[in-house]
């Protein structure tokens, strides 16, 4: 680093190149601000009911003190100059202090814009707990659901494509439909067979007037006269006749109640 021996005897020569110098060594602060990057509260500014105190920001490279005040929407950068009398009794502009404070000019900013950066060893543990979790979704997490838009799908995500229609469900080892991982099964909807019937005694059905033969017709001519249209059907050979079709054949809505959104996952290791 730069110095300045002024420890010396024989007189030092305090001349203005060596305050030049100085001014030098105090302007290396500005480069250390673009390490936080531009509108950025670097101290203070604290916002108290409708006043804000005073601190420190960057902004256009360059590192300046804060005077806080009433809360506006806009800041400025005011500079105050100060006149010195000189040795040949001529008063010129020596100091400049430039500084942030509320005010709406040409050249304001919206107070808005700024940023509070949090201490570097905070964001150190941020970034401690993003390595983990990226570790965990490396290591197996897979997607998780997004309820956003594709269009809106966060930096170092994407869509898994692969999820697209499906549900996830849980391993069972036991059982042959879930024991593999990442297999896939099941359907939107679904046509019953005759197994699949709940047990029932169907009512057979015939025009007025129709008869039937049957070994164990009551009225002993051999057959069954019903009027009234209807037979519970127990005699031994009535399954030879047949009965009046009903159903169309079609499949029923197999699906659970459900929401529509995205699975997404990891791009960024």
């Known amino acids: ?7 010396q005897i024989g007189g030092f020569p305090l001349e203005t190149e060596t305050l030049l110098e100085v001014q030098k060594a105090y302007s ?3 480069a250390y601000g673009k390490a936080m990057g531009d509108k950025v509260i670097v101290s203070g500014c604290t916002v108290v009911g409708s006043n804000v105190s005073d601190g420190y920001i960057y902004l256009n490279d360059e590192l300046i003190s804060f005077k806080g005040g009433t809360l506006q929407s806009k800041i400025y950068i005011k500079e105050d100059v100060q006149n010195v009398e000189f040795a040949d009794l001529v008063t010129k502009p020596v100091y400049y202090t430039r500084y942030a404070t509320f005010g709406n000019t040409t050249n304001s900013i919206d107070w808005a814009d700024f940023k509070r950066i949090d201490p570097i060893l905070t964001l150190m543990s ?6 983990k979790t990226n570790a965990v979704f490396n290591s ?3 997607s998780v659901w997004w309820r956003g838009t594709l269009a809106s799908i966060p930096d170092g995500w994407e869509e898994d494509t692969t999820m697209r229609g499906l549900v996830p469900v849980g391993q069972q080892v036991g059982d042959s439909n879930f024991n ?10 679904q046509s019953l067979t005759v197994g699949q019937l709940p047990k029932h005694t169907p009512k057979w059905k015939w025009s007025k007037g129709v008869k039937f033969k049957t070994e164990s017709a009551q009225d002993g001519t051999g057959y069954i006269d019903q009027d009234d249209g209807y037979h519970n059907g127990n005699s031994r050979d009535i399954d030879r006749y047949p009965i009046e079709e009903i159903g169309n054949n079609e499949s029923h809505n197999n699906l659970q109640p459900y929401r529509v959104g995205l699975w997404i996952k990891r791009t960024i290791s």
Do not use: C, P, V, Y
């Not at 941020?126 to 390595?131: A, I, P, S, T, V």
């Not at 593999?180 to 909807?189: D, E, I, M, W």
């Open 140 to 142: 197996g997490l897979g």
């Open 180 to 189: 593999t991982l990442n297999a896939t099964g099941g359907s939107k909807t």
């Open 1 to 7: 680093m730069n110095h300045i021996n002024f420890q």
């Open 126 to 131: 941020r970034m401690d707990e993003l390595e």
């Open 28 to 30: 290396i602060f500005n």
